[in-house]
């Protein structure tokens, strides 16, 4: 299983950025797959999620309306468009297998994987200042 972000940089706040996810050694379409960041010097925060088939979503308060996760089953990729950013946007942003949607639904604490494990990749940084 292989999880591998991309297209995190340096922005102004305001600008966009579209982060990509490319999924290997497992069955892509068959899974619900999330979004997780973890700020400097911060525990690590989920932000998005999408169902399987890709016409269910999901977001943290934090990043409702400005964020987009979407997903193409064919190509194993998973993506997620950021928009408005925010200073408070920089982390780094992984990808995740799976979706913990208890924690999601009832509010309780939400169970993370370890960057670099074979449910959470590596990811990519995104730095917003001016």
């Known amino acids: 299983v ?7 940089g340096s922005v102004q706040p305001g600008a966009s950025l579209r982060l990509s996810c490319v999924a290997s050694g497992f069955n892509f379409g068959g899974f619900d ?9 911060k525990g690590p925060e989920w932000i998005a999620a999408i169902n399987s088939g890709g016409d269910s979503t999901y977001y943290s ?12 089953n064919p190509k194993n990729e998973l993506y997620l468009q950021m928009n408005n950013l925010k200073p408070d946007d920089t982390a ?11 924690a999601y639904f ?4 939400y169970h993370f994987p370890p960057p670099g494990s074979q449910s959470r990749g590596q990811g990519t940084q995104v730095t917003v200042a001016s």
Do not use: H, N
């Not at 990043?63 to 997903?71: A, C, E, G, I």
């Not at 009832?106 to 604490?109: A, F, L, M, R």
């Open 33 to 41: 797959m999330s979004w997780i960041r973890q700020a400097p010097g």
């Open 106 to 109: 009832s509010g309780g604490p």
């Open 2 to 8: 292989q999880l591998v972000e991309s297209g995190g």
């Open 61 to 72: 308060d934090s990043v409702k309306d400005r964020f987009t996760v979407s997903r193409d």
């Open 92 to 102: 780094v942003y992984s990808c995740a297998k799976g979706f913990d949607s208890v």
